[in-house]
């Protein structure tokens, strides 16, 4: 059981940047609300050892990706509500139509230009996260630029 300082410390340094790829993941805000708890839910009862701070951001990342494919895995299977738009972040800040067509893209575009253009990972590091080569990362990155430039001129402009 990890000691009760060293959670709070990982909520506070990590939270906001775990709901925001799961927000971006799930385009739901209790969804995502719930796989960031499940996140640190599985960080409490595993106790893992990190060798620094980036080992352990890159751990929670892949917890939280993982959650929230549990999620869309399982909503697809039971379909029963509307998704919420992310309107409450387009309100909040300037790049909310952008979080917006994001939202709108597959979920391997939406987590690879996550990581990569707001948690500003390198593409390698990527790559070990999702577990992908980084040819394989880059052409994602690729893909989802101009998928989402097409998303956004369409729907926005």
Request: proline fraction near 2%; aromatic fraction near 10%; glycine fraction near 4%.
């Amino acid at each position: 059981m990890l000691n009760a300082d060293l959670v709070r410390a990982a909520v506070e340094t990590y939270g906001d940047m775990l709901y925001r790829i799961c927000i971006v993941m799930l385009k739901n805000q209790s969804d995502a609300e719930d796989a960031v708890q499940d996140t640190f839910m599985t960080y409490i009862r595993k106790a893992p050892q990190f060798d620094n701070s980036e080992h352990e951001k890159a751990w929670l990342i892949t917890v939280a990706s993982n959650k929230c494919r549990d999620v869309l895995r399982y909503q697809n299977k039971h379909r029963t509500e509307s998704e919420d738009k992310l309107f409450y972040i387009a309100q909040e800040d300037d790049g909310g139509l952008i979080l917006e067509a994001l939202s709108m893209l597959p979920e391997k575009f939406r987590i690879v230009l996550t990581l990569y253009y707001i948690e500003e990972y390198k593409v390698d590091e990527i790559a070990d996260i999702i577990g992908k080569s980084p040819s394989a990362v880059k052409m994602r990155l690729q893909k989802g630029r101009r998928l989402l430039a097409e998303k956004y001129r369409k729907d926005f402009m």
